[in-house]
């Protein structure tokens, strides 16, 4: 029995359609998934004295942009300044030890005098000059002495100082201040976040991705991020800058981190994001298929 013409056209290119299906020769249209994540800012920081003590100064407010060792709020620290004046007067007092080292100077010279005199014509006894040696060996303890006690205060000053500045607390990075918690005059206990500082003119988004994800990414990857600015959808470029190592023991997921730059402010910190990545196997077949057509 004769086929129509068009019939067997249609089954000719049906076959053709098999085996190129078979071969791995067709075009497959690539499959994509959306991982969702939120946005954080790149330093978030909490903010705690590491002493107690009772607030004396707020200076700054919030939504305050500060610089990196801005000083945020201090302490009341008059007892520690007192004793940063009194330890930087003993430091400075070198008025005894000056006074030992010109003693020393001239009975130095004293003794040199009398060797001279005792070794020529001993018109000086020799105990005179032991007791002159005596007097030079007390004077060099004494000073040596003094030298030390001299350090030591300077080192006393610098601790002083140093429970004098712990009084005040600085942010560790530039950002905008978003919160403090606490009022003049009131007890700041040591650990306790008082103020929060956020960087937000660098943000990074995390999301979790299956391990076959994982492995087909590294760090230094571009990757567009789509943020929900509200009504709007804010397209940014990343980078990949962490994957993790390991993978979630409860769900098999593996954290990545994207950083992206966020100069102008339009996007808060908090709001959710997206990506979208190529399913990694489908990457794969292509790939090979790619490989065994060869050029």
Known sequence: MTRPPGLTVAIGRRLSWLVLL????????????????????????????????????ILVKEGQRVKKGAALLRLDA????????????????????????KSRVIVGAML????????ENQ???EDEVRKLELECCRLDGEIAAMDKDLQREKVELHMAQTEF?????????????TEIKLETGEWAAAGRTVAHVADTSHCHLEV?????????????DRI????????AKVLREGKL??????????????????????????????????????????NHRRESGAEARGP
């Open 22 to 57: 078979a071969a791995g020769s067709l075009p497959s249209q690539a499959r994509s998934e959306e991982f969702v994540g939120l946005t954080e800012p790149v330093h978030d920081v909490d903010l705690a004295f590491p002493v107690d003590g009772v607030t004396a100064d």
């Open 78 to 101: 008059r007892i520690q300044q007192l004793e940063v004046e009194r330890r930087g007067l003993m430091a400075a007092d070198r008025g005894r030890l000056d006074a030992a080292i």
């Open 112 to 119: 040199d005098s009398s060797r001279r005199l005792f070794k």
């Open 123 to 125: 018109s000086v006894s």
């Open 165 to 177: 500045e712990r009084r005040t607390l600085a942010s560790p990075v530039d950002g905008v201040v």
């Open 208 to 220: 979790s991705l299956d391990e076959a994800r994982a492995r087909s990414l590294k760090a230094g």
């Open 224 to 231: 567009p991020v789509e943020v929900n600015a509200g009504a």
């Open 241 to 282: 800058d962490f994957v993790s190592p390991v993978a979630d023991p409860a769900s098999g997921l593996v954290r990545i981190k994207i950083s992206f730059d966020n100069q102008d402010g339009r996007i808060y910190p908090g709001m959710s994001a997206r990506i979208t990545l190529e399913d990694a196997g489908e």
